[in-house]
């Protein structure tokens, strides 16, 4: 069941939408929350898919607009990046919604679960630019966030001041990073750097190689890594 939600934040209002658990899934147990960070394309019919079917599995889903300082946008897929207006569009937006931007932001959503009397740990996953969120959100917000989901995250260890590898030591959830094989964003010394970084963390965590796989993979791949299926030609729906 969704419920679409508009967000105070200390900048703006944010669009979201809130995916409830129906049926049997909606029964028994006390609710738990995800909160869901988009990719790089924004909301839309995959990302929803993906946050229903979490909400399927007896969760409470929120898919939350980051790019809402930039008003109405889109919509976007992975073939977006083909046309020259869209994707500057798109490289704008994401180069100008900083990590500290989504960290604040992060706890409003937060606060939706409150409202909505969601308890216990909440847990965070994201996509392409999402996945550096998540891992970003849970550091923040340690004492409530059970674990932190990235596939295909990009620069989740690179140079840059606000990299994520560099607050894994405050993560006290578990970690899980996907990771596409043929990823430019994410190069084999990055994951190295942050398994080091989690491994001197005391984090719990795992870092799987997804072989043969592209960024964008999480639209197209199997649940589990391949090491059959040829690398998709796109950015998928799942970038």
Request: with cysteine; proline share 5%; glycine share 12%.
């Amino acid at each position: 069941m969704r419920r679409d939600l508009q967000i105070k934040t200390s900048d703006g209002t944010a669009k979201a939408a809130l995916f409830h658990p129906g049926g049997a899934a909606a029964t028994g147990n006390a609710l738990r929350g995800v909160i869901l960070y988009m990719d790089a394309m924004g909301p839309r019919a995959s990302l929803s898919g993906m946050a229903q079917r979490l909400a399927d599995s007896g969760y409470v889903v929120l898919l939350p607009d980051l790019f809402y300082r930039f008003g109405a946008y889109g919509p976007f897929t992975g073939a977006s990046f083909g046309d020259d207006a869209a994707r500057a569009q798109i490289l704008t937006m994401l180069r100008e919604t900083s990590q500290e931007m989504t960290r604040q932001d992060t706890a409003a959503f937060l606060d939706v679960f409150d409202a909505e009397s969601v308890t216990g740990p909440v847990g965070v996953v994201g996509y392409c630019m999402g996945g550096a969120r998540a891992l970003t959100a849970a550091a923040a917000y340690a004492d409530r966030i059970g674990a932190a989901a990235s596939f295909h995250g990009g620069n989740l260890a690179g140079e840059a001041p606000d990299s994520p590898y560099l607050l894994a030591d405050r993560i006290k959830g578990r970690v899980y990073i996907g990771v596409a094989e043929v990823d430019n964003s994410f190069p084999p010394e990055q994951s190295a750097r942050l398994a080091e970084a989690l491994r001197r963390g005391g984090v719990d965590h795992i870092i799987e190689n997804y072989v043969g796989m592209a960024h964008g993979m999480a639209g197209r791949c199997p649940t589990t890594p391949s090491t059959t299926r040829p690398a998709p030609s796109g950015t998928g729906s799942g970038c």
